[in-house]
Nanobody
Framework: QVQLVESGGGLVQAGGSLRLSCVAS????????MGWYRQAPGKQRELVAA???????VYEDSVKGRFTISRDDAKNTVYLQMNNLKPEDTAVYYC??????????WGQGTQVTVSS
């Protein structure tokens, strides 16, 4: 079992920044990758960024150059630094811990709202 708790969402003006945090607990050695997803109203949940245990980070095309995913293993925390936010970034952001291709855990989500 893995538990994930997100924080850091809020309301920001376009061009502003936010940093999301996700603290993981439980069977951390079973996690192969951590990621951030988002879901806007009426849309499917999509991958925003992911950081594997080994290998390179990946980003959704629209956030490349603006968002940065990182992790602090000592704090069991994954971050998503979001700069130059746009109204289209408005969504509920979810932290994900992937054990393999078919099994993963989700956080409760944190709302990010970007006003124009």
């Amino acid at each position: 079992q893995v538990q994930l708790v997100e924080s850091g969402g809020g309301l920001v003006q376009a061009g502003g920044s936010l940093r999301l945090s996700c603290v993981a607990s439980g069977s951390l050695s079973s996690i192969n990758a951590m990621g951030w997803y988002r879901q806007a109203p009426g849309k499917q949940r999509e991958l925003v960024a992911a950081i594997p245990r080994e290998g390179s980070t990946v980003y959704e095309d629209s956030v490349k150059g603006r968002f940065t995913i990182s992790r602090d293993d000592a704090k069991n925390t994954v971050y998503l630094q979001m700069n130059n936010l746009k109204p289209e970034d408005t969504a509920v952001y979810y932290c994900n811990a992937a054990l393999n291709l078919i099994r993963s855990y989700w956080g409760q989500g944190t709302q990010v709202t970007v006003s124009s």
